[in-house]
């Protein structure tokens, strides 16, 4: 994005600015687009703060606009902040979703690092997977460990899912690809090639089995109309409440 320095409407349509201003003693940066529209409107999302104004207005009237509206902005940026998941932590101890459960890393010191399911009960055996590498690892190698243990569950487990539900709708088992797509959790082809996101594998086992479901109807339907949520509906009856689950979670 530019700092706008054209005075010409056109220029002000074309050009993002970000700038700031201080709100309940916060200091808030947010994008102002000019465009065609007559009142001043604003939204919070993800991104932070967006104000839509009319070509010509003036910034000092869009700054009252926000004082005004400025225990609603803080409050809806706070929101949104709290929603946002945290970056990973790369070093030992650190907790990893897999299907919806905890798993931390442990570094042993003469064996190769340990996934070990986190469990809170004191006494409860715990389940470990041993990650092929030397004890001592840097970030960056704890990094590549845990991705490669994220990418191999996942395989396992999304292959295992299209086998279990391919023959419930009565098609050919389609090819699986890991994506790394950042707004999608699946899609599918009509060449019968079905791509899961590698994040799903972090999320429960029955949000797995909807998304699956999901893109293996599109085998069958390839939209979203009714016949197609029929066609969900036929091979997973509660895929509604696990759409809105998988919403969100995000």
């Not at 309940?24 to 104000?51: A, F, H, N, P, Q």
């Not at 949520?229 to 696990?242: F, G, H, K, L």
């Amino acid at each position: 994005m530019k700092i706008i320095t054209s005075t010409s409407a056109a220029a002000q349509l074309s050009i993002d600015e970000r700038r700031r201003v201080n709100l309940k003693g916060k200091e808030v940066t947010y994008t102002l687009k000019r465009c065609r529209r007559k009142t001043i409107g604003m939204r919070v999302d993800s991104t932070g703060l967006t104000v839509r104004i009319p070509a010509r207005e003036s910034l000092r009237c869009v700054e009252s606009v926000l004082q005004n509206k400025a225990d609603w902005i803080v409050q809806k940026l706070d929101e949104w902040k709290n929603r946002k998941p945290r970056s990973p932590v790369w070093e030992e101890g650190a907790v990893f979703p897999l299907l919806g459960e905890p798993w931390r890393l442990s570094l042993t010191a003469n064996g190769p690092a340990q996934m070990a399911r986190a469990l809170e009960k004191a006494g409860t055996e715990q389940e470990q997977l041993g990650l092929p590498l030397p004890s001592i690892l840097t970030s960056q190698q704890i990094e590549r460990v845990v991705m490669n243990w994220y990418r191999s569950n996942a395989q396992t487990c999304f292959s295992e899912r299209i086998a279990f539900y391919a023959p419930r709708l009565g098609v050919a088992l389609p090819q699986l690809k890991l994506s790394y797509a950042r707004t999608l959790w699946g899609s599918c082809t009509s060449g019968g090639v079905v791509r899961l996101n590698w994040r799903l594998i972090q999320k429960p086992l029955h949000l797995v089995d909807y998304v699956v479901a999901h893109e293996l109807s599109h085998l069958i339907e390839m939209n979203h109309s009714s016949a197609f949520w029929r066609t969900v509906e036929s091979i997973y009856p509660n895929y509604a409440a696990a759409r809105k689950e998988l919403k969100k979670s995000g």
